[in-house]
């Protein structure tokens, strides 16, 4: 029970690096925490916005923050590839 909340305590830190960071690219200064989180539109970010903040992440940093869902799914997607 500690171990996972020490994980999703450090996914949670994690998250909120990565807001900051895209809040960087995109030129805004709110400060982290659930206000700023709930705010925060991703939808209304042209796909270069969103491209030029997940570079700026860094691929190991988003490794680390990705959900297991979406892994999954690049599998499935790249097990299709090779198959094909």
Sequence with gaps: MIEKAKVQ???LLSIDAALRLIRQAKGTSRSTGARSRAQLNLS???EE???AAL????FDKLMQVMPLE????LQQREGRRSSA
Excluded: D, I, K
Aim: glycine share 6%.
């Design 44 to 46: 209304t970010w042209s």
């Design 9 to 11: 305590s450090s996914l």
């Design 55 to 58: 570079r700026a992440y860094g």
């Design 70 to 73: 979406f892994r999954s799914l």
């Design 49 to 51: 916005e969103v491209t």
